[in-house]
């Protein structure tokens, strides 16, 4: 096993080339509909700031999902034990986009990564800073901090082309309604909702937004806190087991590392007390998972014989 | 068995008194929940207008669901087989209130008589008219028409206070939208469809407003032709397989009537070429069809043997 | 609308022949798969015993779930009011051989005409007769009785071909035996039901045995009473809401009969107080219901304006 | 953090007591039923053998689902990549005992750790041995093996006492043959499942038995590889993601560990590199695992900062 990662992330910029090719890219809205498909990026960074890249690291993508590790995080922070009355950390093992369960279990979403956890997420913070544009800004300022970068931001076409497109949504959040299990105005949190996913980021920043979780919820670098220990090993063990939708066990079973993938095309991923990881290719699988990305991070662990495992 | 109708409906009365102290007043918006409970009226109405009534029979009450027989008829004259595509005409068999088999349907409701099928129905009846206003007009019009009674109109309190807690109602439009069926602006069509099921009408009302479904949709007594008897027969057949939500195979099995209940505490049925019934009594059983409307109904086809079967 | 029931019958015999080439014969067993195609019978017997036909009406098939009227009229005759607890009358709404509803509603079927439910009512004849040959021998003389023919019998072959891929119903009597809603032996109830269901007879044959059920539970040739006027009524009933699977309120709508199909391409049907129907075509629609029988049926409710409704 | 692990096993001994009052124990068969609630033992083991336990922990108690563990590595040692054909390792979400997600994802099941999963690969073994007392042989043999340990039984009353309640596992196993998922006579496997599920050992002995997971698939102390690295990282991830029901995602976020538990009251759990244990407490959570066992696992990772996270 080795640990030239330089050389180990540029033999999977090698071999992941052919898979580029595969998968579909995210057609829902025409903002992602148009993104190119062999695009190949992947970041890591160290305990100590170093970090190791391939590919256009420095290009900016829609985060989409990943978001909700940052909201999970902040929400988690604000509301510690009291998030579990609203949302679970149980696997949906669902399919089907999780409005059957929410029926069942009565609007209490399985966990906050599935579309309907996350809309609650963002409930509590718009209730919390009781205002959705404050909420909205609050929520970039978390991603600013914990990335260092002052510059990150939305990308407005998408978030408005996601709400043209956002009945499914629109229906969660209103089915949790109907159980008060959804605080303020379906429309002005759907909306925050879309702008939050709407953050592009590169593979750079987000490998360096993910340091925190791989270092006990405390940057490194600058050693800001920004969440506790026990708070960072748990947003990791949600990753782990809801990071990638009816397909985590798959991942937790072929990468064995906590996880998040976005629609976008990014994963991000931690290795406790090692790095944070991000990864970058559009093409979906058909569980709505990068394609590349999950196999260049199945690549990673294997040549580095790291795992939690 | 007897055919002297007004001893009948008088003993009924007589019987159901202790019935209607059992149940619950559909209690999810306050202007429903204020209704008083022991009120009990029953109607008839023959072929050649005659009509028999106990009990309180020219109350109105909330027609509730009972309006989708209404909207459902109109609609079919208009698109004919065309509704087929949008809506189905089987059982739904499910007790979730649907939103779980829309899903799995991608879409399409059961039939015309769950929510989200009847929104189907308001929805086209939209488009067909161009506007909601207009939409709205046409649905009260058709049932004056039918009911040869100008005064017929809806309780905007209760369709103002339906909007207020109408979430489920727009989680099932908004999936329908998500899934390309529903065509105009969902608030639009809820706030309509509220409307219609605002209607208020009495026993008496509502008796002759279905005499034209018990003679192969033309009112036999002006003889004018609202539907085709094809499409009447139809919507009897309808109203026997999907008429009492989930409690339907019941229904048919211990009354053996098309008929529609609404959760007002009124249900209307038709005995094909006889004569139409209306009853009213606004406790509800476990299903949330009218408890002693139900038995009345029972014990009427068994004191006359009457019944489809 | 006529009432030259034999030339009605020729009209649609000839209208019909195109349309034996569509659907597909039943495969699952190979005794049923050897079928051919286009084949086709209709038979109806009135009051008086005066009977038509038309096609290979002398012809034996397999009457598959026919047989579930026949053992549901035996037991409701046996246990009255007390069926009630072990199966229900409620349409299925479900595609999915209701193995998930019997799940969630703890092993109570929804209606005896589904696979759980007739395995449950034949259960219960087990238990009432003590013994599962005299129960086969109790149903066999039940079918004879009211066929007025000694004849009648299963064919042992097509049995023990349903017993060697019969896993999914030994599933559903295993779990319904877990929520003990299943008194006997397993395999002998589920073997007991395969030879009920092996079964063969023409359409002279069925439409001389329903003639109870289209005259109020008797036979008003020979005057027997087999069971009550109010039990055939609700038989009538619960073939309406459940006779064809999750195609029941499609097939009340388009046909408007209280009706029974079986995979082996028979449907029985009733026009109560008028007469009752048998057709056979054995190619099947995507629901398991014969295509060109079905047919037929809204054909001659077309031609001759009769229906419930 | 501390790692004086025999003073950590006396404290959460200690602090334990009281829960033990607390769940119910497992009483759907009269051999779990007569188990006394309130006792509890820990043990753990390290690299080089040393061992540590407080309480009853040479007591032999049933290990139930936890032989799901040992039969699901022994198989993907024999079927590697072949496994997946027939089991899937995706968490189920499912609280129904899987019979619906079964039907619906037909016959494959989610996971080795559901009892659906857990009877494949049982068939599995049947299948690979050509026999099933063979079989059972095998993976006795196997879990002596692992244990270092010729005496390892399993207890014949509670097989035999399983199998006369076993109607759901009966249901299970027809409905995946009904589906081409199982290759051998349902008796047979169904009957070796709950020989191997009533294997009898202690928290000393089943602390020893996983030690193998926690160093790669090798046993530490004799070098015996049993199953690749790769392969013991794989059931690791599934022990995270699937462990422990419908609450395995509860679990990996309050306690963090790879672990199994069995309805007989047991959990084994492994920290890669580092240690194998094992818990015994009798009284069940409403999810079906140790309700003691559970917390204690929890304080354990609290008070000595061991997670994978």
């Given at each position: 096993m080795?640990?030239?990662y330089q050389k180990i992330l540029e033999r999977i910029y090698k071999e992941i080339q052919?898979?580029?090719k595969k998968g579909k890219v995210a057609d829902?809205?025409?903002a992602l509909a148009k993104v190119k498909k062999e695009q190949f990026a992947m970041s890591l960074t160290l305990k100590d700031g170093t970090s190791y890249s391939v590919g256009c690291s420095d290009k900016k993508f829609?985060?989409?999902?990943i978001s909700k590790v940052f909201t999970f995080a902040?929400?988690?922070?604000?509301?510690s034990k009291d998030m579990y009355k609203r949302v679970g950390v149980e696997p949906s093992g669902n399919p089907f986009n999780s409005l059957v369960q929410l029926e069942y279990e009565n609007g209490i979403p399985r966990n906050p990564f599935i579309n309907a956890g996350a809309l609650v997420v963002t409930d509590m913070l718009v209730s919390h800073y009781k205002d959705n544009y404050k909420a909205l800004e609050k929520i970039l300022n978390f991603i600013r901090d914990i990335s260092s970068n002052l510059e990150i931001d939305f990308d407005a076409e998408v978030a408005k082309s996601e709400m043209e497109h956002g009945y499914r949504n629109l229906a969660l959040a209103n089915l949790m309604k109907s159980f008060n299990n959804f605080d303020n105005r379906v429309d002005d949190v759907v909306l925050t909702y879309f702008k939050?996913?709407?953050?592009?980021m590169s593979t750079n920043e987000l490998s360096r937004a993910m340091l925190f979780l791989a270092f006990g919820g405390k940057d490194p670098i600058n050693n800001k806190e920004f969440i506790t220990a026990s708070q960072s090993k748990r947003v990791n063990a949600v990753m782990l087991t809801c990071g990638h939708?009816?397909?985590?066990?798959?991942f937790a079973y072929h990468v064995g590392l906590p996880a998040k993938s976005g629609v976008g095309g990014g994963i991000v991923a931690v290795i406790p007390?090692?790095?944070s990881i991000a990864v970058f290719a559009p093409a979906l699988n058909k569980y709505g998972n990068s394609h590349a990305g999950t196999l260049a991070l199945e690549k990673f662990t294997t040549y580095t014989g790291l795992s939690i495992f």
């Amino acid at each position: 096993m080795s640990t030239d990662y330089q050389k180990i992330l540029e033999r999977i910029y090698k071999e992941i080339q052919l898979e580029l090719k595969k998968g579909k890219v995210a057609d829902y809205i025409p903002a992602l509909a148009k993104v190119k498909k062999e695009q190949f990026a992947m970041s890591l960074t160290l305990k100590d700031g170093t970090s190791y890249s391939v590919g256009c690291s420095d290009k900016k993508f829609s985060i989409q999902s990943i978001s909700k590790v940052f909201t999970f995080a902040q929400a988690l922070n604000i509301y510690s034990k009291d998030m579990y009355k609203r949302v679970g950390v149980e696997p949906s093992g669902n399919p089907f986009n999780s409005l059957v369960q929410l029926e069942y279990e009565n609007g209490i979403p399985r966990n906050p990564f599935i579309n309907a956890g996350a809309l609650v997420v963002t409930d509590m913070l718009v209730s919390h800073y009781k205002d959705n544009y404050k909420a909205l800004e609050k929520i970039l300022n978390f991603i600013r901090d914990i990335s260092s970068n002052l510059e990150i931001d939305f990308d407005a076409e998408v978030a408005k082309s996601e709400m043209e497109h956002g009945y499914r949504n629109l229906a969660l959040a209103n089915l949790m309604k109907s159980f008060n299990n959804f605080d303020n105005r379906v429309d002005d949190v759907v909306l925050t909702y879309f702008k939050q996913c709407a953050v592009t980021m590169s593979t750079n920043e987000l490998s360096r937004a993910m340091l925190f979780l791989a270092f006990g919820g405390k940057d490194p670098i600058n050693n800001k806190e920004f969440i506790t220990a026990s708070q960072s090993k748990r947003v990791n063990a949600v990753m782990l087991t809801c990071g990638h939708y009816d397909a985590s066990g798959e991942f937790a079973y072929h990468v064995g590392l906590p996880a998040k993938s976005g629609v976008g095309g990014g994963i991000v991923a931690v290795i406790p007390n090692i790095m944070s990881i991000a990864v970058f290719a559009p093409a979906l699988n058909k569980y709505g998972n990068s394609h590349a990305g999950t196999l260049a991070l199945e690549k990673f662990t294997t040549y580095t014989g790291l795992s939690i495992f």
